[in-house]
């Protein structure tokens, strides 16, 4: 069984640079994120293929729609046998509990995952929206009203994590983008911290993209990664 907690971001244009990759790793020592460029461009059949391959997919496609459009789009991913799939909470109570029930019709439900809010806004954007409160209160707020919901979890940074696994439970997912290996360059990251330092943190899945996508050794560099988490003492709480 696959207890990998690395997600390998599939962040390509087009399906055949994203099968290179793939074909490159194993689908029990990782699984494989699916956003909007490659979705948009590649489909559902990619998603499908790559499931069949015995890859866990977590589709990114951060449904925020009125509550019946977003519980129709979360049964259509459903269908497609995805591991995980996110929408986002400033979509408000309503639509969030619309998507877990329509994801609890599906035999084998995903996981289904909030986003808070978007890690390229800063507090003048925030308030320029008009969301009310300071930053990591929004997070807060919203990361517990997906809880309240019945999300599985939400899409955070490792720098959150601490505090979401204090507010939120042993049991809630948080899953953190942002990682880079301790020898890797930060690309356009601007706050980045390492896989162990992120699970330490309390993270339950980490994304990482092109440290691994635009290594010359990729399965070396999911591997190292994945003996770095393993060597980690196990954490409780
Ligand atoms: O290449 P890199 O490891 O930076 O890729 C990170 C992945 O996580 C990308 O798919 C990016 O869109 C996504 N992501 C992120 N920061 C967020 C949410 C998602 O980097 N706050």
């Known amino acids: 069984m696959n207890d990998s907690k690395i997600i390998v971001a599939l962040d390509y244009a087009e399906a055949n640079a994203a099968l290179q990759l793939v074909k490159q790793l194993d689908p029990a020592l990782c699984r494989l994120k699916i956003g909007k460029e490659l979705f948009t461009a590649a ?37 497609l046998g995805v591991w995980m799939l996110n929408v986002h909470a400033a979509g408000g109570s309503a639509m969030m509990r619309a998507a877990r029930a329509a994801v609890d019709q599906a035999p084998v439900p995903p996981l289904l995952v909030a986003v ?29 009203l997906a809880k309240t919901c019945g999300l599985d979890g939400v899409v955070c940074s490792a720098q959150e994590a601490p505090m979401l696994r204090h507010e939120l439970g042993a049991e809630f997912n948080l899953v953190t983008p942002g990682i880079r290996p301790a020898d890797a360059g930060m690309d356009d990251q601007s706050r980045v911290v390492t896989p162990a330092m992120a699970i330490s943190n309390g993270s339950s899945y980490l994304v990482v993209g092109r440290p691994i996508t635009q290594a010359a050794d990729p399965l070396a560099v ?16």
């Open 222 to 237: 999911l591997q190292r990664i994945n003996r770095e988490i393993a060597a980690l003492p196990q954490i409780t709480a």
């Open 116 to 144: 808070t809010v978007l890690t390229s806004l800063d507090q003048t954007a925030l308030d320029e929206i008009g969301f009310a409160g300071d930053l990591s209160s929004t997070v807060l707020r919203l990361a517990k």
């Open 43 to 79: 489909g559902p059949e990619l998603v499908i293929r790559l499931v069949h391959e015995g890859y866990s997919v977590f589709l990114d496609l951060k449904f925020h729609d009125i509550p019946n459009t977003v519980a129709k789009a979360c049964e259509a991913a459903s269908r």
